[in-house]
C-alpha cells in the first residue's frame, strides 16, 4: 500500500485537506466493511438512510481497526479522524489513490453490456499484465472509489465500470478516476423512469467524458442515436468508433457468422485494416458491439491486436448473463437473469430467434421504468412478436403489457410458481428458451426449475 500513499492517518489527513492528527498511525488498509477488516486498516464510518457505521466503531477496533474517519467523534479510544462527509471522503481517497498510482485507466458506462465490456477488456488487458477491474457491478459512487483503493504498485491497468441513477453520478465518478481512455456502450431504456427520459440518459452517461484526461480517447458506439452528441462533448480529444452498422465507424466486424447457439464469429477490422477472425463464446449478436468496445478500449490503449483477439476469445459467459444450458426434455435454456432493460431484453430476444424453434421466453417485469413502465413492456411484446418468438410468458403486474401486446401465444402469470407449472407441463421437447428479468422478478429460480438435472 506505501507504494501508492495513503499508508497512515497523516497521509489520509493531508489528501482530505485536513489537519493531521496529533499521533501518527500507520494503515495498512481502508474498508467501509467490518466483516473484511483486517489488522491496520481504517476504517471509514458511513452513513446511509437506514444505517450509520459510527455504531461500529467498537466492533472495528476489536476486528484490528488502526484508526477510523468519522463525521461525529466516538467515545471510543480508537484514532479518529473527523470530517464533514465521509462518503464525499471516501471518493476524494479513491481519487488520491488513483493519482498516487498514475497508470492507465479505462471507465465504462452505458446502459447495458458495460459488466460484459469491462469483462472483455481486463481479459485481453491481462495478457499483457496484471490488470485491476470492478468486482461485480460495483460501479456507484461507493463501487467506483473502493475500486480505486485497491490499485497497487504491480496493477499495470486498470478498468472501472460507471453506472449511475440519477445525473451528476458518473460526472463525480468519472472525476475521481480520471480516465485515460472513456467508453460509452449506449443508451437503452434502463433507468428511465429515474432519469426522466432517454435524453437525460444520454446527458448522464456522456459525464463520464468530463474526466477524461486532456490527450485522453473516447470510445464512442457509432450505431448509438446519441453518438454525435457524445463526439462534441468529447472534441478536441480523439474519438475512436466501434459500430456494427454501415462503413464509417473506425473499428468494425466484418463477415458474421452465427452458429447453431447463437454466438458469432467475424473478422475485427480497424482503420480499414483486417486485424484477424474471433470466434467468440458469449451469445448474441450485442455481444459482437460489446466486443468491439472493448477491443477499441485495448486499441487506444497500445494493445498488441493478438491479445486483443485471444482475449476476446478467451472470454466464458458470466452466470445469469445469457449462458446456454442443457434443460428438461432436450430444452436449449439461456439463462439471462442477472438483469433487465428495454435494450437487453430486446437484445436477448434477438439472440433466442437465432435459435431452433419453437421458441419460448419467459419474461419478469422490468424495473426502474418509472412512467413509461407499460410503453416499454408493450415495445418488448411487439418486439418479440415481430421476431417470430413463438410463446411469452410474463411475471409480475409491470410486465402483462408485454404478453397482451405479444398477442396469441401470450400468457401472463400472477405468480411464480404458476409460470413455472405451466413452462413444466407445456414445454415442447427441443424447445429454445430465454429466462429474462429484473434481479427483483427472481427468474433465477424458473432457470433452476428448468434444469435437466432437477428433480421432478
Known amino acids: 500500500m506505501s507504494a501508492v500513499g495513503l499508508d497512515s492517518l497523516g497521509a489520509v489527513a493531508r489528501a482530505l485537506g485536513e489537519t493531521p492528527p496529533g499521533v501518527e498511525v500507520a494503515l495498512t488498509s481502508i474498508t467501509t466493511d ?54 464525499l471522503a471516501l471518493g476524494l481517497l479513491g481519487r488520491a489513490r488513483r493519482l498516487a ?41 461507493f463501487g467506483a472509489p473502493m475500486t480505486l483503493l485497491e490499485l497497487a504498485e504491480e496493477h499495470c491497468q486498470a478498468v472501472v465500470e460507471l453506472g449511475a441513477n440519477h445525473l451528476g453520478e458518473i460526472a463525480w465518478t468519472t472525476s475521481l478516476a480520471m480516465p485515460d481512455v472513456a467508453v460509452i456502450t449506449n443508451v437503452t431504456g434502463a ?32 450505431d448509438d ?7 462534441s462533448q468529447a472534441a478536441p480529444r480523439e474519438v475512436l468508433d466501434f459500430g456494427l452498422e454501415g462503413e464509417e465507424a473506425r473499428l468494425r466486424a466484418e463477415t458474421l457468422v452465427c452458429d447453431e447457439f447463437g454466438r458469432y464469429a467475424f473478422t475485427l477490422s480497424f482503420d480499414g485494416r483486417e486485424l484477424g477472425r474471433v470466434q467468440l463464446s458469449l451469445m448474441g449478436r450485442h455481444n459482437v458491439a460489446n466486443a468491439l468496445a472493448a477491443a477499441a478500449a485495448a486499441l487506444a490503449l497500445q494493445a498488441d491486436p493478438a491479445d486483443v483477439l485471444a482475449g476476446l ?60 413502465s407499460a410503453y416499454w413492456h408493450a415495445e418488448v411484446g411487439h418486439h418479440a412478436r415481430k421476431l417470430g418468438i413463438d410463446f411469452l410468458g410474463t411475471l409480475g403486474e409491470a410486465a402483462r ?56
Open 313 to 372: 476469445e478467451k472470454v466464458e459467459p458470466v452466470a445469469g448473463r445469457l449462458g446456454v444450458f442443457a434443460g428438461r426434455d432436450g430444452a436449449r435454456v439461456l439463462d439471462d437473469t442477472y438483469n433487465a432493460n428495454p435494450g437487453a431484453v430486446k437484445a436477448a430476444l434477438e439472440t433466442l430467434a437465432t435459435l431452433p424453434a419453437p421458441r419460448w421466453c419467459l419474461l419478469g417485469a422490468m424495473g426502474e421504468l418509472g412512467d413509461a
Open 401 to 456: 403489457p408485454a404478453s397482451r401486446a405479444f398477442g396469441e401465444g401470450g400468457y401472463h402469470f400472477d405468480d411464480r410458481e404458476a409460470l413455472t407449472r405451466h413452462v413444466l407441463h407445456h414445454l415442447p421437447p427441443g424447445a429454445s428458451v430465454l429466462v429474462k428479468g429484473s434481479r427483483s422478478a427472481g427468474m433465477e429460480h424458473v432457470v433452476t426449475a428448468l434444469r435437466s438435472d432437477a428433480s421432478r
Open 34 to 87: 467490518t466483516r473484511r477488516l483486517g489488522p491496520g486498516a481504517l476504517f471509514v464510518a458511513l452513513v446511509g438512510e437506514r444505517f450509520d457505521a459510527h455504531d461500529f466503531i467498537a466492533q472495528a477496533r476489536e476486528a484490528g481497526a488502526a484508526a477510523a474517519l468519522v463525521e461525529q467523534r466516538q467515545d471510543d479510544p480508537l484514532p479518529q479522524l473527523e470530517v464533514a462527509d465521509t462518503r
Open 225 to 231: 442515436r446519441y453518438f454525435r452528441l457524445w463526439a
Open 101 to 141: 498510482w498514475g497508470g492507465p485507466l479505462v471507465a465504462v458506462t452505458g446502459n447495458s453490456g458495460k459488466t460484459t465490456v469491462k469483462q472483455m477488456l481486463a481479459t485481453i488487458l491481462s495478457r499483457s499484465g496484471a490488470t485491476l477491474a470492478t468486482r461485480g457491478n460495483l460501479n456507484n459512487d
Open 191 to 222: 433507468h428511465v423512469g429515474e432519469f426522466g427520459g432517454m435524453g437525460r440518459i444520454a446527458q448522464a452517461k456522456g459525464e463520464i467524458l468530463s474526466g477524461l484526461s486532456r490527450d485522453g480517447v473516447a470510445v464512442l458506439n457509432r
